[in-house]
C-alpha cells in the first residue's frame, strides 16, 4: 500500500468508549428518534499466525466489556402498541471476538444513526 506504515496502525485510537448518536423506531410509532449513548468503538490487535494448520486465526473486535440499558418511549404510537424501546450503554470496551448477539460484526454496516423512515420507497 502507497503511503501506508505499518506504524501508523499505532497511531489508531485504542478499542474505547465514544459518544454516538443512534436511530430508534419501531413499528406502529411515528418517526424516527435520535438520543445519545456510549459505544465501544477503535482499534484492536489481530492475530494471523503463519502455520494455519496447526493454529487457529483470530480477530478481534472493539466490544461491550459492560453494557446497561436505557429506555426511550415514543410518543405518538398507535393504540394497543407498546411506546417504550431500550437500548444499550456501554460501561466499559473490550478486545474479544464478536458476539453477534450484542454487535454489528460486519465490515461496513449501515451508521448507527439511520433510520429507515428517512428512506423513500418508490411504487
Same mark, same amino acid.
Given at each position: 500500500?502507497?503511503?501506508?506504515?505499518?506504524?501508523?496502525?499505532?497511531? $489508531?485510537?485504542?478499542?474505547?468508549?465514544?459518544?454516538?448518536?443512534?436511530?430508534?423506531?419501531?413499528?406502529?410509532?411515528?418517526?424516527? %428518534?435520535? +438520543?445519545?449513548?456510549?459505544? =465501544?468503538?477503535?482499534?484492536? @490487535?489481530?492475530? *494471523?499466525?503463519?502455520?494455519?494448520?496447526?493454529?487457529?486465526?483470530?480477530?478481534?473486535?472493539? @466490544?461491550?466489556? *459492560? $453494557? %446497561?440499558?436505557?429506555?426511550?418511549?415514543?410518543?405518538?404510537? $398507535?393504540?394497543? +402498541? *407498546?411506546?417504550? +424501546?431500550?437500548?444499550? +450503554?456501554?460501561?466499559?470496551?473490550?478486545?474479544?471476538?464478536?458476539?453477534?448477539?450484542?454487535?454489528?460484526?460486519?465490515?461496513?454496516?449501515?451508521?448507527?444513526?439511520? =433510520?429507515?423512515? *428517512?428512506?423513500?420507497?418508490?411504487?
Amino acid at each position: 500500500m502507497r503511503g501506508f506504515s505499518p506504524a501508523a496502525a499505532f497511531q $489508531l485510537p485504542r478499542c474505547q468508549l465514544i459518544n454516538q448518536t443512534i436511530s430508534l423506531e419501531k413499528k406502529g410509532c411515528s418517526g424516527c %428518534h435520535r +438520543v445519545e449513548t456510549t459505544i =465501544c468503538s477503535g482499534y484492536c @490487535t489481530t492475530k *494471523d499466525p503463519n502455520r494455519k494448520l496447526f493454529s487457529k486465526a483470530y480477530q478481534h473486535v472493539c @466490544t461491550y466489556g *459492560d $453494557l %446497561h440499558y436505557k429506555t426511550f418511549e415514543f410518543p405518538d404510537c $398507535l393504540p394497543g +402498541v *407498546d411506546p417504550v +424501546v431500550t437500548y444499550p +450503554v456501554a460501561s466499559s470496551c473490550q478486545c474479544s471476538g464478536c458476539a453477534m448477539a450484542t454487535s454489528d460484526c460486519t465490515f461496513e454496516s449501515l451508521q448507527p444513526d439511520f =433510520c429507515m423512515n *428517512d428512506i423513500l420507497f418508490y411504487h
